[in-house]
């Protein structure tokens, strides 16, 4: 009829476009809850499973201000490395679908909770594979040191939760499609829904591993230095907030030894 609104996308990409379905891929939510996670669960937030012989990482922009080593020293920030706060630790018997490099069990995250104003790169992230077994037999680190408060951006930190982690399909964003596949779908689209709307995807927008990035921004995947496109290794959105940030995103190559790995996030 003359004047009819058009047509509503519709609710579901599998209906409109059922190839889509062949794009499903396991993921594994993490589901954090805050609480008080223990050194050997898995968390986001929590106090991680840290090697003695290890020294705890820290963050030597420039820009940073600090109140020292001396902790009766409250008042006067001097410029200097502060430390890097724990995002994320995750066991292999909790994500049983994470490929772990061969010989470890244990994944750790952790970041720079400050602004780096001076550098664009947001949280300055490093990634640790470890094995359990031989972190515990060698004791741990005593003390992980605390950032103090002032000297960061609560944006960036996480609240320590314990993870329930579930299985879930996943499904890449509309924006992530491989481009043969837009130009082979984007009539379908706009025969469809009376226009160029395009239907929710059926990607999940959460913490998590596996499974397709959860961008909120254009896809942007990394290639590692031998050219290879990384695989998604895990999410993090929605439970640190992040400022205007929609969430960052860690990627890994299997192919090349070592497994190499990067990271993007995307701001609004
Ligand atoms: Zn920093
Ligand atoms: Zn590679």
Redesign the pocket.
Request: glycine residues 0%.
């Given at each position: 009829m003359p004047g009819d609104p058009p047509e509503l996308p519709a609710k579901d990409l599998l209906t409109l476009i059922p190839e889509y379905a062949g794009l499903a891929r396991q993921t594994t939510l993490l589901n954090p809850e805050p609480g008080d996670p223990g050194v050997r669960e898995s968390s986001l937030g929590g106090r991680p499973l840290w090697p003695a012989g290890e020294p705890w990482p820290y963050?030597?922009?420039e820009d940073?201000w600090t109140y020292g080593s001396d902790p009766r020293n409250t008042t006067e920030i001097v410029p200097g490395a502060?430390p890097?706060v724990p995002i994320l630790q995750l066991f292999a018997r909790d994500v049983p679908e994470l490929e772990f490099p061969e010989g470890k069990d244990l994944l750790q995250l952790v970041w720079?909770?400050?602004i780096?104003e001076r550098d664009p790169r947001l949280?300055?992230p490093r990634l640790y594979w470890r094995n359990e077994a031989d972190v515990v037999a060698g004791g741990l680190l005593p003390e992980i040191p605390g950032v103090s408060e002032g000297e960061y951006d609560e944006d960036n930190m996480p609240e320590p939760s314990t993870l329930s982690p579930t299985i879930a399909e996943d499904f890449p964003r509309w924006l992530d499609l491989p481009k043969d596949m837009w130009e082979t779908w984007e009539p379908r689209f706009r025969s469809r829904t009376g226009g160029l709307t395009v239907p929710p995807d059926s990607n999940v927008i959460a913490t998590k591993t596996g499974g397709w990035p959860a961008w909120t921004q254009p896809a942007d995947w990394p290639n590692c230095a031998s050219g290879h496109r990384m695989e998604h290794l895990l999410t993090i959105t929605g439970d640190i907030q992040l400022g205007d940030c929609g969430g960052v995103y860690f990627f890994h190559c299997h192919r090349c030894p070592g497994l190499p790995w990067d990271w993007r996030f995307d701001c609004h």
């Open positions: 963050c030597a922009q940073h502060v890097m720079c909770a400050l780096h949280v300055m």
